[in-house]
């Protein structure tokens, strides 16, 4: 069955599987565990990226402004009829660098309660003009066990995550 033949919540989660293993690169390498792919309209990834905020020393180093980078390299910032699946709700400056890139649509797994776009629904966002489609819950749980797996292990007892990550594999 090729990608075309499948069910769109099989694409969305194929994809989105796609992008959680970019969340557990981040996490092997001790940043927030987010990760992000970009789809073109044939159904190929066209970059990947997971947050390096912490080794790049910067706030804008999020997956979602890093795998948009990519491809802005590779095809130009307009990427028209694209779409990004990212494991966390971005926050509304990647919200609004994925609207300004006139991408198609945005797939998500877990809400963001702290930082999420959509906490600012009471202000005039400036998302309203666009008909960028918006899809969340995917692979939520999945996306929301690592996050959480993450900020325990950073709030309590550390151990070596490089030997578990090995291991699975």
């Known amino acids: 069955m090729s990608k075309k033949d499948k069910p769109i919540n099989s694409i969305h989660e194929f994809f989105m599987n796609k992008a959680f293993i970019q969340a557990q690169k981040a996490y092997y390498y001790h ?16 970059a990947r990226a997971y947050n390096q905020i912490e080794k790049k020393q910067t706030q804008t180093a999020h997956a979602e402004l890093l795998a948009l ?9 307009r990427l028209e009829n694209c779409w990004i699946y990212v494991t966390l709700e971005p926050c509304s400056m990647c919200m609004h660098a994925i609207a300004l ?12 309660p702290v930082f999420g776009f959509s906490l600012d ?3 005039n966002s400036g998302l309203d003009h666009w008909s960028m489609k918006i899809i969340k819950n ?13 900020f325990k292990e950073k709030r309590g007892t ?10 699975k594999r």
């Open 31 to 46: 940043e927030v565990p987010i990760g992000a792919v970009i789809v073109n309209p044939e159904g190929k990834i066209i």
């Open 138 to 150: 995917i692979g939520k749980d999945q996306a929301a066990e690592l996050l959480i797996k993450f």
């Open 101 to 112: 890139s006139r991408m198609a649509g945005i797939v998500y797994g877990a809400s963001s």
């Open 158 to 167: 550390t151990h070596d995550r490089k030997s578990q990550f090995k291991k």
């Open 69 to 77: 980078a990519k491809a802005g390299k590779k095809f130009g910032w």
């Open 121 to 123: 629904k009471n202000v």
